[in-house]
């Protein structure tokens, strides 16, 4: 058999799910330069990342309190089209540190309509999300505003600097459509 024989593949490549048309509206560095003054404000530190199994985080934030210690690892985004390789990255990272740390998927603001049809109308994943426990966090830095709007992080002292922390409901927002869209899928209309 030769080296180019054998079982077919499927390559696995970009554009496998749903391509959304957005237009990024801050960049990676914009991004980090935001998240890095929220975290700082908030009494983290910054280490320089370092890889974590297959993955290379974009950010790393790091508190300690008493005993206790919080971590988080970032992926930046530019838009909801990036969701899907940087949630794969995030679960990637899981599965070396386990519960460890908290594993954020950081994006500037998206479309609401973008966001929706990802998450439960017109893609499935809102329910991988959740039971991998990944956390989406939108970042403007033109308000210089940090949200948390999927997940919460271990570290509770976040409430204190999210500019809106109960937009954290929009999650029990999209786990109701998602519940819904199951009930109908499983019983029908």
Known sequence: MR??????????????????????????????RTLSKFLEYAGYELPQPVPVGFMMPDLVGVRS??????????????GINCAVRGFRELAAAKCFRKDAADYVLALPPVSEHHLIEFLIEKEDWF??????????WLVNPEREK?????????????RHYFSN????????????????KLLKEEFGP
């Open 3 to 32: 080296k180019d024989e054998g079982p077919a593949r499927i390559p696995l490549q970009e554009g496998w799910y749903r391509s959304y048309d957005e237009k990024p509206s801050f960049t990676r560095s914009d991004l980090k």
């Open 65 to 78: 309190e008493g005993n206790r210690r919080f971590e988080v690892l970032f992926v930046l985004g530019e």
């Open 127 to 136: 329910f991988p999300i959740k039971d991998q426990q990944l956390q989406l």
């Open 146 to 158: 940090v949200d948390c709007l999927l997940g919460w992080p271990r570290d509770d002292r976040f």
């Open 165 to 180: 922390p109960r937009l954290a409901g929009f999650a029990g927002y999209i786990a109701n459509k998602a519940t819904e």
